[in-house]
C-alpha cells in the first residue's frame, strides 16, 4: 500500500517549545524522521499507528485520549495509520537554543 503524507498543523512556537497537531487518516504517514529535540506526545483520539523503524521492523502503538508519553531526540521512524480511523496527537517539541 502506498501511502500518503499525515497531516501537521503547527500550533505555537516559542524559544522553548514548538507544539504541532498530527492527523493521520487511514493509509497516511508521517516519513522518515528523526528527532531533534526530546518531545512529548498528547494523544487527541484513541486508535493504532504502526511505527516503522529505520532497519524496517514495525511496532504497532496504541494510544489512548490524554495518555501522554515522552521520547528523547534521536529517536528515528517512520509514523504510520494502517488502520480504518483516523487517529490524530499533539506533538510538544522541546526546542534547545544557544544562548
Known amino acids: 500500500m502506498e501511502l500518503q503524507p499525515a497531516t501537521s498543523t503547527q500550533q505555537l512556537e516559542t524559544d522553548s517549545v514548538r507544539v504541532t ?4 487518516p ?5 516519513g522518515d524522521h528523526r528527532h531533534e529535540f526530546d518531545y512529548v506526545v498528547v494523544p487527541v483520539t484513541d486508535g493504532t499507528l504502526t511505527i516503522v523503524m529505520p532497519d524496517g521492523e514495525a511496532v504497532e502503538a496504541a494510544l489512548t485520549i490524554g495518555g501522554t508519553y515522552e521520547r528523547r531526540a534521536g529517536v528515528a521512524h517512520n ?3 494502517q488502520s480504518d480511523q483516523i487517529v490524530s496527537f499533539v506533538e510538544i517539541e522541546l ?3 544557544a544562548d
Open 79 to 81: 509514523v504510520t495509520n
Open 21 to 24: 497537531r498530527w492527523d493521520f
Open 95 to 97: 526546542l534547545e537554543h
Open 26 to 30: 487511514p493509509g497516511t504517514e508521517t
